[in-house]
């Protein structure tokens, strides 16, 4: 299958930090590999309604959660592309991770088989040295690849604040160079042993 990338920008700022990193990630990428870059705040979604015990779903066809969904199902491979907003996600990444929920439901999709074995990926700036402070937004992604049975490339990690600041992020830099040349492994919740011993024959 020939990869097609996806790469959800989720700034309120346009050409900010966490783009610039992505980008110069994306532009390691050969060049028979798709991508496909949606601004997510150019191209909003409504406020996710949680409809599951009240109407039946139906598949968006237009408007920006028709696009979204098209987009995500085929990709081989879904980049989200967030900074570091309060410690997660920024509000446009969350707003479209919640409709997933609906995607989950909406007959004739099958939005969890159809991204089960793709490959989830992460890449985010972020004002503090301290890169720990990111946990919570790794984790978001990590679990959601591992409800999703996807693998989960892990996150790229930049330090900037000010506009331009993360291209004097040298390690950075370095990283995206080989960022997507990784395997990804399969994810998994933090609760799943990977290292239990095989039981007795």
Aim: charged fraction near 25%.
């Amino acid at each position: 299958m020939t990869r097609r990338f996806l790469f959800l920008l989720g700034s309120s700022r346009p050409d900010g930090n966490t783009e610039l990193l992505a980008r110069r990630a994306a532009e390691q990428l050969p060049p028979d590999v798709e991508q496909r870059w949606i601004d997510l705040a150019e191209h909003p979604l409504p406020e996710f309604q949680d409809l599951r015990h009240d109407s039946d779903h139906r598949r968006p066809t237009e408007g920006n959660a028709g696009l979204l969904l098209d987009a995500t199902l085929a990709a081989t491979d879904l980049v989200i592309a967030s900074p570091l907003y309060w410690y997660s996600l920024s509000a446009p990444v969350k707003r479209y991770l919640d409709h997933w929920s609906g995607w989950l439901r909406t007959p004739g999709v099958d939005f969890k088989a159809t991204l089960s074995g793709r490959t989830l990926w992460g890449v985010t700036a972020l004002a503090h040295e301290e890169r720990e402070v990111a946990d919570p937004l790794i984790g978001s992604l990590n679990n959601s690849a591992a409800y999703m049975g996807m693998r989960f490339g892990g996150v790229l990690l930049g330090n900037g604040s000010r506009p331009g600041d993360v291209l004097r992020d040298t390690e950075a830099l370095a990283r995206a160079k080989t960022f997507f040349a990784e395997q990804a492994p399969l994810a998994r919740f933090p609760y799943e042993r990977t290292d239990a011993a095989a039981p007795m024959p």
